[in-house]
């Protein structure tokens, strides 16, 4: 047997497992797209996702306290704070994953509310006594507020964004591909954008994990990210059948290709979660989540330029030559 | 051979200015690192100003920067943007609180005249024309009974209206209001022609030294609400600094143990390239010069792991080509043509989504893609460039003696030696097969 790339080990068979590799995307996408019909039909703004005070307006109140908080005590802070005016409040507990001396901040107490244009300082002043009347040393450190009319402008320019890098990555994607690639390069990327916000959808429901717009900025990186590893493979896909096209079919080709980029998409997704993973676990409180979006697109696009888009592309290689030979017949 | 030897020394130069550059500018830290205050501030229309011109703007714009300077803190900034917003960036702010005081206000000083009826009894009161724009400035003092009051020095041309005014309604009361509400309506005593007075009332320290200062510097021209404010203490600022550096640190180091266990003398190599990775994006950072924020940060972390993604490519690749029998010259060569398509066309896709960000994003979000893009741009650059450079200089030509330097086993080199002789000449030519 001569050498030939196209017997290099096969570790991963795209052909053979394609309904299982599919089964599995669709799996870990459910979850996810059953808890965005279920917010887009609950929350009172109709998004699939819990939206953050970016989108709707609000004011986000934190203080750092050096005090373990637990839920009663936010169950008691929520009481207070009714009792002082300040309606509807939603409190969460920050922390960062480690605190490695004792100067670093140990918990933010982070308290949502209403916009208010006037009462402002009234607010953080209300807040503010409550807050330090529980926990002794607690210090005011991030005020963001945003009004009702630029939320929602922020929010139609996000949408503006994604819908033109959508729109730009097709394009790109066609003039330097074949329109197939391109359309199956945009399903993967729509399956890793879909699993992320899936995800963040339950942690909306779940955790209280708001989205806003470094969340769409985090998207649209992992968007970036995911037609990155699609390309390499398909880069691939493209060279070997300029070599082998009379030799070896289509599946035979797709299949070698995955595997000779394997190496490549397990070791820069490795890279890549190790520094996202530094940023999360070592980084500051602030970044935690819009790491953890683009962590989850991460594995999310791995898994889609390994098993998804090479999948599809086979399918539908398959189905155009049925569809030739029924022609030709 | 000689050009490889000029291009490391070209090298090796454009490091030694990065760092110098990065030793003598100082980089710019946005205000989530330092903490501070960022408002975005809206004119709003009224009844009387249907539409916001870039005049009212431009007032607008003066006032505020009065008004922050006022704050007696350094490097404050006023800037427009869009139609009708100002954006304000205040470092190091002690009282946040002030600054909300302080620009939300409009600032309107009104004197007003009273509307009599036929048995001279004050009916309300009516705008008199004299304003706080006629004021030269003001300045606090007290009683003789030690209350607080606020002397108004008028400029010629209000000095004649308070005079008119005073004159015309020597017995009566005129009021004095501030942003719409009355602070004092004192009995006009007798004309007055010196273009002083002064408003008693109930007021605190606080209250009178606000007016004051507001006064001074000045009443906006159009009516302004903030619409966006982000405050971050000096304590979360720093904390976030600190953690953000630890975490870059961190991340570069643990992707510089993963190259070096997985492919060897390569991955050394792209270890340096990386280093010089990062000195030229700081560098470039420092000259631009890009304000780091907490968003930024992580787009340049983020970058590090793009830019040894190149490298990987063209590490697999170059281990690809060695395994099918070529020299190590020519391996590492079309290691590096075929992994360049792949490179480029998935970094065009990464700029073209920071180009987008760039545009349609809040000045966060302008950070993160501009940082990002850098980074993607001077990847292209060291991973490529730099790395093959550095891998031919190292290796040279001939066959590679000790397949472990790249990771491999000998039997993996070994197996293209079984293939026929044709097989080998094949290869020699570029054919992979």
Known sequence: ?329 | MKNKIIMFWAIVILTIISIVIIRVKPIPLGLDLVGGSRIVLEAQTTDTIAKITQDMMDGLKAALENRVNALGVSETMVQQMGEKRLLIEIPNISDPKLAREFLGETAQLEFKKPILDETNNVRGYEPSGLSGDDLNKAEIGTDPAGRWLISLDFNAKGASKFAALTREFIGKPIAIYFNGSSISEPVVQQEITGGKAQITGEFSLEEAKKIVDLLNAGALPVPAKIIEENTVGPTLGADSLHKSKFAGIAGIIAVMIFMIAWYRVPGFIANIALIIYSLIVFAIFKMVPVTLTLAGIAGFILSIGMAVDANILIFERTKEELKSGRTLFTAINSGFDRAFTSIFDSNMSTIIICVILYYLGSSIVKGFALTLAIGVIISMFTAITVTKNLMHLMFGTGQLKHPGMFGLKESDINEAYTASETQREKAKFGVLD
């Open chain 1, 1 to 329: 047997m001569s050498y030939s790339v196209l017997n290099t080990k096969k570790f991963i068979d795209v052909i053979k497992y394609r309904w299982l590799w599919l089964g599995i995307s669709f799996i870990f996408l459910l979850p996810g797209i059953i808890a965005m019909l279920w917010s887009v039909k609950t929350y009172p703004t109709h998004a699939p996702l819990l939206v953050g005070i970016d989108f709707t307006g609000g004011t986000i109140i934190q203080y750092a306290v050096q005090q373990e908080v637990s839920t009663s005590d936010i169950g008691k802070i929520r009481l207070d704070l009714s009792k002082n005016g300040i309606d509807n409040p939603v409190i969460q507990v920050l922390k960062p994953v480690t605190a490695e001396n004792d100067n670093a901040i140990k918990n933010l107490i982070s308290i949502k509310t209403k916009f208010s244009e006037n009462g402002q300082n009234e607010t953080i002043d209300k807040v503010g006594n409550v807050i330090s009347s529980d926990y002794q040393g607690a210090e005011l450190v991030q005020v963001t507020s945003v009004g009702p009319v630029l939320g929602k402008q922020l929010f139609v320019n996000s949408m503006i964004a994604v819908s033109l890098a959508l729109l730009a990555i097709v394009i790109y994607l066609t003039v330097r591909f074949h329109f197939e690639f391109a359309v199956v390069a945009f399903l993967a990327l729509l399956h890793d954008v879909l699993f992320t916000a899936g995800v963040f959808s339950l942690l909306g429901i779940f955790c209280g994990v708001t989205v806003d717009s470094l969340f769409i900025t985090a998207i649209l990186t992992v968007l970036g990210y995911s037609v990155n590893n699609t390309i390499v493979v398909f880069d691939r896909v493209r060279e070997n059948l300029k070599f082998y096209s009379k030799k070896a079919t289509y599946n035979e080709i797709v299949n070698a290709s995955v595997n000779q980029t394997l190496a490549r998409s397990i070791n820069t997704s490795l890279t890549t979660l190790l520094t996202l993973g530094s940023l999360y676990f070592l980084g500051g409180v602030t970044t935690k989540d819009f790491v953890l979006v683009m962590i989850t697109g991460v594995i999310a696009g791995t898994y889609s330029s390994i098993f998804f888009a090479n999948t599809l592309i086979a399918l539908w290689h398959e189905l155009q030559e049925k569809k030739q030979k029924k022609a030709a017949n």
